[in-house]
């Protein structure tokens, strides 16, 4: 099971942002970041808990293994507004999903 | 570019069935498991069911164990979900998703909206 902290998220442009995303168990470091925007489908951000996938901006950066991990986005930018899921890659099945952030405009 | 495009979606009464399809194109489907996902109605998303590259395994969701089937024909680079006893809680935005090792869904169709409404 994931829990993800906060789960709303109020920022404003080129804020530090930081979500959690916590285990109940430990899944060393297969856990994914994925990113929705209103209306859209998920966007694969971040895999093996820090992994860049190709294409996304270096301002988001992933850590953690074990039970606790982070997404940090280092300066929000206004294409950033969405909401945020993490889902650990481990235990399977299911292949759980965290219950998101959603990061909105202050 | 990798795209997946999903259809079959609509409108049904509680207890109906519907069977939603999903194309792939320009990547080599076969060489890929494959997801359902689905995000009902301002809620988060939640993994429906999988397969495998070869059909041999095969997952499912508690919610949905026993009502729906998950199927895939290679040759024609598609991805099918048979939804049967549709409940009231099976609507949402239907998503198909590619999976890489460790069932990472990178590639991600925009989506089928199914309502289950009488």
């Known amino acids: 099971q994931l829990t993800q902290s906060p789960s709303f998220l109020s920022a404003s442009v080129g804020d530090r942002v930081t979500i959690t995303c916590r285990a109940s168990?430990?899944?060393?470091?297969?856990l994914a970041w994925y990113q929705q925007k209103p209306g859209g489908a998920p966007k694969l951000l971040i895999s093996a808990a820090s992994t860049l996938q190709s294409g996304v901006p270096s301002r988001f950066s992933g850590r953690g293994s074990g039970t606790e991990f982070t997404l940090t986005i280092s300066s929000l930018q206004p294409e950033d507004f969405a909401t945020y899921y993490c889902?650990?890659?481990?235990?399977?099945?299911?292949?759980?999903f965290g219950p998101g952030t959603k990061v909105h405009i202050k | 570019e990798e795209q997946l495009v999903e259809s079959g979606g609509g409108m049904v009464q509680p207890g109906g069935s519907l069977r939603l399809s999903c194309a792939a194109s320009?990547?080599?489907?076969?060489?890929?498991?494959m997801n359902w996902v689905r995000q009902a109605p301002g809620k988060g998303l939640e993994w429906v069911s999988y397969i495998n590259s070869g059909s041999g395994t095969i997952h499912y969701a508690d919610s949905v164990k026993g009502r729906f089937t998950i199927s895939r024909d290679n040759a024609k680079n598609s991805l099918y979900l048979q939804m049967s006893r549709l409940r009231f809680d099976d609507t949402a935005v239907y998503y198909c998703?590619?999976?890489?090792?460790?069932?990472?869904?990178?590639?991600w169709g925009k989506g089928t909206t199914v309502t289950v409404s009488s």
């Open positions: 168990q430990g899944i060393n470091s297969d």
């Open positions: 998703a590619r999976g890489r090792p460790g069932n990472l869904m990178d590639v």
């Open positions: 889902q650990q890659l481990t235990t399977y099945p299911p292949f759980t």
């Open positions: 320009e990547f080599i489907f076969s060489g890929y498991s």
